[in-house]
């Protein structure tokens, strides 16, 4: 391990709430009487349905794929046996309406899983070991939804030369990944050394914040103890703790803080010779290989003031919490103002409870009036608060202006399209702005302007 505490410019220091469930072991819900699946989990092309109602299904069988299967496509699997009941547009965790297949429950002896074969990452071919990766429905599980097969095969003239495992975990409230680290420690190894190995490179870094120090013996150990491809993995990863700062598992501020390069306007970490990947999706992704097992499940975090019993869970994707027994999380209607689903400053609000858990759902946080606000809009001041605490070192006072003035080349060229949405300047703003829905409203309209820029330059 360093001795080194490491971390980036700017930031902030925000209420980290994480005292409920710290150090607490996961539970596994109740099996659920039903799931409700999303057919599309991704960033990248639509999936279709493979299935219809009435159909029986198995644990782990697929369910929804891209009629044409490719870089940025990835199937989803069946999370429970049983019978397909409907196949309905639902209102999922970005509050857009989108089909999902809605499976119940079989009662009596449940059917065998339909898992893949295990399969051996060190000594079957590059092209196999991407595919066994696409065909597990992998995605990056801090959040982004990047199918993990593409962000494993770089271009030909990006070079790699690190592996960073992000078990940062900045956000507040959330502890799931720090929980699966504690119970799935050679796991997360394991799925640093089968990357390292696909990718090609001989040096991968854990970063983790120094708030959960008490996770680093655990992880040197581990290394010291795994043996990847008959190799031992000792002096090849290291453990990296990093200062604990929002938003320090930004995967740019995680790639500055580490390696010092920064990543240039408009890229990637590969654009600096590096792959992040969450601590979570390397577990999953160990588990592909191992146990031939699709992501079907996930750590999360249920906390928040209006939640009485505050856990961190192991859910099957698809899991509607409304359907829990009110004991189980004991959630305070009374006192539930918003709901939630990711953390406060990066995740979204969601009107009701019914929403599916997804593959890239790290946590639901159940608030209460005092944990949040409501407060208007008001005039900017010209502070410079947004602009100093900008972990990309952008202008937000200036992208909001010119987004709000339809200006949105100029709001392109003072760094929209680089803005992670973070939250830190609509947290620091003291006139309440909310920066960063003003900057996804930007964005959206940006890219429909340019789409439709495309047509008319080609018919001309």
Do not use: W
């Amino acid at each position: 391990m360093s001795t080194t505490v490491k971390t980036f410019k700017r930031g902030l220091h925000v209420p980290k709430r994480k005292e409920a469930t710290i150090g607490k072991p996961s539970e596994a819900i109740p099996p659920p009487k039903q799931v409700v699946i999303p057919i599309n989990q991704h960033f990248g092309a639509p999936n279709k349905c493979l299935v219809q109602a009435g159909d029986k299904v198995a644990r782990g069988q697929k369910i929804a794929d891209a009629a044409a299967p490719g870089p940025m496509t990835v199937p989803v699997h069946a999370s429970i046996s049983g019978i397909v009941k409907k196949i309905e547009p639902r209102t999922q965790s970005n509050n857009i309406e989108g089909i999902c297949v809605v499976i119940e429950a079989e009662s009596g002896v449940p059917r065998p899983d339909a898992f893949m074969p295990p399969l051996d990452p060190f000594s079957c071919t590059r092209e196999d070991a991407l595919s066994r990766i696409r065909e597990a429905g992998l995605v990056g599980m801090g959040g982004a939804g990047f199918p993990v097969h593409a962000k494993l095969a770089p271009q030909h003239n990006k070079h790699i030369d690190l592996v960073i495992a992000n078990a940062a975990e900045c956000e507040a409230y959330l502890t799931s990944d720090a929980c699966m680290i504690n119970e799935k420690t050679d796991l997360l190894i394991q799925g640093i050394a089968m990357v390292m190995h696909i990718v090609g490179v001989k040096k991968g870094v854990i970063g983790i914040e120094d708030d959960k120090s008490y996770l680093i013996p655990l992880l040197e150990r581990a290394i010291v103890q795994c043996s990847a491809g008959g190799n031992s993995l000792e002096g090849r990863v290291t453990v990296q703790p990093l200062r604990t700062k929002y938003p320090q598992g930004g995967e740019k501020m995680l790639v500055t803080a580490i390696t010092g390069r920064e990543v240039p306007s408009g890229g990637l970490p590969m654009d600096v010779g590096c792959v992040v990947s969450n601590a979570g999706t390397l577990a999953a992704l160990a588990e592909a290989f191992i146990l031939g097992k699709p992501l079907i499940e996930r750590y999360l975090t249920v906390s928040g003031g209006a939640c009485g019993k505050p856990r961190v869970i192991v859910a099957p994707i698809g899991a509607l919490i409304s359907d829990l027994s009110a004991d189980f999380f004991d959630i305070d209607y009374n006192k539930l103002k918003k709901i939630i689903f990711g953390g406060p400053m990066m995740g979204t609000a969601v009107p009701f409870t019914s929403i599916p858990i997804q593959k890239n759902t790290s946590g639901i946080v159940l608030m209460t009036a005092d944990e949040t606000t409501a407060e208007k809009e008001g005039p900017c001041v010209r502070c410079g608060l947004c602009m100093r605490n900008c972990s990309c070192r952008l202008s937000p006072v200036i992208m909001r202006e010119a987004v709000e003035a339809d200006e949105l080349e100029e709001a392109r060229d003072a760094g929209l399209l680089d803005c992670i949405e973070c939250g830190n300047c609509s947290y620091i703003c003291p006139a309440r702005i909310k920066l960063v829905q003003h900057f996804r409203v930007g964005k959206q309209r940006f890219r429909i302007k340019q789409a439709v820029k495309k047509p008319a330059a080609a018919k001309s």
